[in-house]
């Protein structure tokens, strides 16, 4: 992506999760009200690169909106190989299940309320990890999510409140957030960015992005009793 998004996190800390196989940037502001975890393309070697990346530059605003983020890549370097991965769902979801393990077990991140974000693909990864009986995460919100891709099962079982964020333009991820929706039982909000949003350019785009999910992750964050003082 050439639009220069900037992560300005003073206080990324790259962490190592499980058997060591997984690489996340992980930044926690003072008083956090919650956690929330995306997924990230990492570099060839495993590196996390916060440059020039709108994941990070979405993660760079709930941080300043006093929500902790981890950036983490969910495959492995060797899996990174073979395209298949890219799209298998139960191996993506079953990261971010450990990701959320990994999280409940850091003391100063353990108690606080957990939330997923994704983009395209990632963000079918996001419902169908929290689809199951385990409720820890609080709140999702996606970007352009291919949510679809977790199956209508999935999208039925989900109780944890989900946000869909789509350009107005953009006439097939509204479609697909539309349909993916009937499924859901839970709380649920489409966000469509208007063309006057997009005239601004990516830039501003994403700037209504983190406005919008930072709203979500806030209010449910708070409604699950763990708000900072």
Same mark, same amino acid.
């Given at each position: 992506?050439?639009?220069?998004?900037?992560?300005? @996190?003073?206080?990324?800390?790259?962490? #190592?999760?499980?058997?060591?196989?997984?690489?996340?940037?992980? @930044?926690?502001?003072?008083?956090?009200?919650?956690?929330? #975890?995306?997924? !990230?393309?990492?570099?060839?070697?495993?590196?996390?690169?916060?440059?020039?990346?709108?994941?990070?530059?979405?993660?760079?605003?709930? !941080?300043?909106?006093?929500?902790?983020?981890?950036?983490?890549?969910?495959?492995?370097?060797?899996?990174?190989?073979?395209?298949?991965?890219?799209?298998?769902?139960?191996?993506?979801?079953?990261?971010?299940?450990?990701?959320?393990?990994?999280?409940?077990?850091?003391?100063? #991140?353990?108690?606080?309320?957990?939330?997923?974000?994704?983009?395209?693909?990632?963000?079918?990864?996001?419902?169908?990890?929290?689809?199951?009986?385990?409720?820890? #995460?609080?709140?999702?919100?996606?970007?352009?999510?291919?949510?679809?891709?977790?199956?209508?099962?999935?999208?039925?079982?989900?109780?944890?409140?989900?946000?869909?964020?789509?350009?107005?333009?953009?006439?097939?991820?509204?479609?697909?957030?539309?349909?993916?929706?009937?499924?859901?039982?839970?709380?649920?909000?489409?966000?469509?960015?208007?063309?006057?949003?997009?005239?601004?350019?990516?830039?501003?785009?994403?700037?209504?992005?983190?406005?919008?999910?930072?709203?979500?992750?806030?209010?449910?964050?708070?409604?699950?009793? !763990?708000?900072?003082?």
């Amino acid at each position: 992506m050439t639009t220069p998004f900037q992560y300005r @996190s003073e206080c990324a800390e790259h962490v #190592i999760i499980g058997s060591g196989d997984l690489h996340g940037a992980l @930044s926690v502001p003072r008083d956090a009200s919650g956690v929330v #975890i995306f997924a !990230y393309r990492s570099g060839k070697e495993g590196e996390i690169s916060l440059e020039n990346s709108m994941s990070a530059y979405i993660a760079d605003g709930l !941080y300043r909106n006093k929500i902790a983020t981890i950036l983490v890549d969910l495959l492995t370097v060797d899996e990174r190989s073979d395209a298949y991965n890219q799209r298998d769902m139960a191996l993506l979801a079953s990261r971010f299940f450990s990701v959320t393990e990994w999280v409940t077990s850091v003391p100063h #991140i353990s108690q606080l309320p957990c939330g997923y974000f994704g983009i395209g693909k990632d963000a079918g990864a996001a419902i169908l990890a929290a689809s199951g009986p385990d409720q820890r #995460i609080r709140a999702i919100a996606a970007h352009n999510g291919r949510v679809d891709m977790a199956g209508p099962a999935a999208l039925s079982r989900i109780r944890a409140p989900v946000q869909l964020i789509v350009g107005s333009r953009d006439l097939s991820a509204v479609g697909i957030s539309q349909a993916s929706m009937v499924h859901m039982q839970c709380q649920k909000e489409l966000i469509t960015l208007s063309e006057a949003e997009y005239a601004h350019g990516e830039l501003a785009m994403a700037g209504q992005i983190v406005k919008h999910a930072a709203r979500w992750f806030l209010s449910h964050f708070a409604a699950a009793g !763990y708000a900072s003082a």
